[in-house]
């Protein structure tokens, strides 16, 4: 339906403009889009005519026919389409396929609908430049996109989650709540923490470190370059340079910018013999990176240039593997229910054609994964041959509040850096043994998961990470004295206090607070003063009965140490 609906827009677009040249319209996710060549550029006012003349064509409800014809009579159909014969000279069959309908003839492979009125709800919703085939040495050509559902409600249910997603559009409340910058001064894909944003960020990590200590791992720092020789013994070089920068020059040696931590870590292992009883080491580190990325892909926080990630390495004994992962997974579970992600979908990939490696090795790996997964009873899918050509992995996706699906962890095994980098052990026969190796990150890279979590919240972030988690509102200019000593108090107790001292009315302030999504707002007024207690109003509009000030600092720095949503 979506493809047919392509076609209905492109006789429409024919209709209204005879002189147009025709690209290629599939359908995709959700709808359909078709790239045209046109005399002139499409304005958004064009949409609803170009729609108006699809309903006409859906309610003609005429007949989709399908015909096979040579080669030589397509050339002669599509003379003057000059992006249609430059297809059809790549097909390599005698007969082609076209598909009409009223006066609009595709060549197309179909299938399509048996005829236009069997086109539901559809709406065309935006046009946007496209190179024709992709690349930039070709003309751009227009593109319109088209959304179409079995039915009105359905279409309309999408349209709402679309109105939502921007809403949520970290980009848009980045901005609005002074989370982050991205300016261009400083280059694309590179991100400034803002003092707030930078709160949340060490919320986060103050969080996370705790959390790796008291699970048994130990912290490494390690540096922002590296010499060229690393990353020819690590691969990288080999296999990822087009990920990485161009080199550096010092004292005529070559150092590269880090996409990875890996090499570093596998250099602190190597610096001492290891014994079994050393084993398993789990070293952890929020390294920053830098990997290349195309310009035209860089978005928001979501896809940046350089980032944070969350990485450790796991080596271990053969005996200790299957523990190993259970634990992280257990370990990544726990990290991602914390920040309120309720659902997990598990990817395993395994062993593909081209891969390196003992067959034992994969086979025990992928073998422990399994059953590691299954005992968890998450829901999994299984993507035979898809693992790096390095070691068979798992990936845990996450569902936001808008039920999109994002990659947070993964736990991915290498048989390959143990042996370039010749890591050993030495196990109770006395002999040298290779470890394995698992690199995992849990939450991934901390700026995509910090746009993450400012969608998945709309940016009203949970008391624990919430930036400023109260607002103390004086009434009036003269108990800003008060207001001040009670901020004072809930410093000292760990809560982020702030005072909105400014000669603004009360209600103007609330309003303020309210659109900072500040989860408490504590006025003071002479009332207040008197009865020695503070009136609280929660973010939801929720107004708590006087209380004590110690009574709201004991509620307030339990809900922190609980990470409860408040
Ligand atoms: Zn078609
Ligand atoms: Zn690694």
């Given at each position: 339906m979506r493809h047919s609906a392509a076609h209905v827009m492109a006789e429409a677009v024919l209709a209204l403009f005879p002189e147009a040249k025709f690209g290629i319209g599939p359908a995709i996710e959700d709808g359909f889009y078709y790239d045209f060549d046109l005399p002139r550029p499409l304005t958004p006012e064009d949409l609803p005519v170009i729609e108006a003349k699809m309903r006409e064509i859906v309610k003609a409800d005429l007949p989709f026919t399908h015909r096979e014809i040579t080669k030589a009579e397509a050339r002669k159909l599509f003379a003057g389409q000059p992006y249609k014969l430059e297809l059809l000279e790549e097909i390599p069959d005698e007969k082609v396929g076209v598909y009409e309908q009223g006066g609009f003839t595709d060549l197309c492979r179909g299938p399509h609908l048996?005829?236009?009125?069997?086109?539901?709800a559809f709406r065309l919703v935006n046009t946007a430049g496209a190179y024709w085939r992709g690349s930039e040495r070709n003309n751009m050509l227009q593109r319109i996109y088209g959304l179409a559902f079995e039915n009105e409600k359905e279409l309309e249910a999408h349209l709402a989650l679309v109105e939502e997603a921007k809403r949520r559009d970290h980009r848009r409340l980045g901005k609005e709540l002074d989370l982050f910058l991205t300016p261009e001064e400083i280059g694309g894909g590179l991100v400034i923490y803002t003092p707030k944003g930078g709160r949340i960020r060490t919320t986060i990590e103050d969080f996370w470190r705790q959390e790796h200590f008291a699970n048994g791992y130990e912290l490494l720092y390690t540096p922002h370059i590296g010499l060229s020789k690393l990353w020819e013994v690590s691969g990288h070089l080999d296999h990822y340079k087009e990920n990485m920068y161009a080199p550096i020059t010092i004292d005529e040696q070559e150092y590269y910018l880090k996409p990875m931590n890996c090499p570093f870590h596998m250099l602190a292992y190597k610096s001492r013999t290891r014994s079994?009883?050393?084993?398993p080491l789990r070293w952890a580190e929020l390294g920053t990176v830098y990997r290349y990325e195309r310009s035209g892909v860089l978005?928001?926080?979501?896809?940046?240039r350089g980032f944070t990630q969350d990485d450790a390495h796991i080596i271990c004994t053969p005996e200790q593997m299957n523990d190993e992962i259970a634990e992280v997974l257990r370990f990544s579970l726990y990290m991602l229910k914390t920040f309120g992600f309720a659902k997990y979908k598990v990817y395993l990939s395994t062993r593909p054609a081209d891969s390196i490696g003992e067959e034992s090795r994969w086979e025990d790996a992928q073998a422990a994964l399994h059953r590691v997964i299954e005992a968890s009873g998450l829901p999994f899918e299984v993507d035979e041959g898809g693992g790096a050509f390095y070691g068979p992995k798992i990936d845990i996706k996450i569902e936001d509040a808008l039920g999109r699906e994002w990659q947070a962890t993964t736990i991915q095994f290498d048989f390959t850096l143990p042996e370039r980098f010749d890591m050993t052990y030495i196990g109770p026969d006395g002999r040298e043994h290779r470890p394995y190796m698992i690199h995992r990150a849990l939450l991934g890279a901390w700026e995509r998961f910090f746009g993450l979590l400012i969608e998945h919240y709309a940016g009203a972030f949970p008391v624990w990470l919430a930036p400023v988690q109260v607002k103390v509102i004086p009434v009036?200019?003269?108990?800003n004295d008060h207001a001040a000593k009670i901020s004072a108090e809930m410093k000292k107790h760990g809560v982020r206090a702030e005072v909105?001292?400014?000669?603004?009315?009360m209600n103007q302030k609330i309003r303020q607070a309210q659109l900072e999504k500040i989860p408490y707002m504590v006025i003071v007024g002479d009332k207040e003063i008197e009865g020695n207690s503070v009136s609280v109003r929660c973010r939801s509009g929720e107004q708590l009965p006087a209380m004590p000030l110690a009574e709201f600092i004991e509620r307030i720095t339990k809900e922190i140490a609980d990470k409860s949503l408040g």
């Open positions: 048996a005829s236009t009125g069997q086109i539901k079994y009883r050393d084993l978005l928001g926080l979501m896809r940046v009036a200019d003269r108990h909105d001292d400014r000669s603004e009315r």
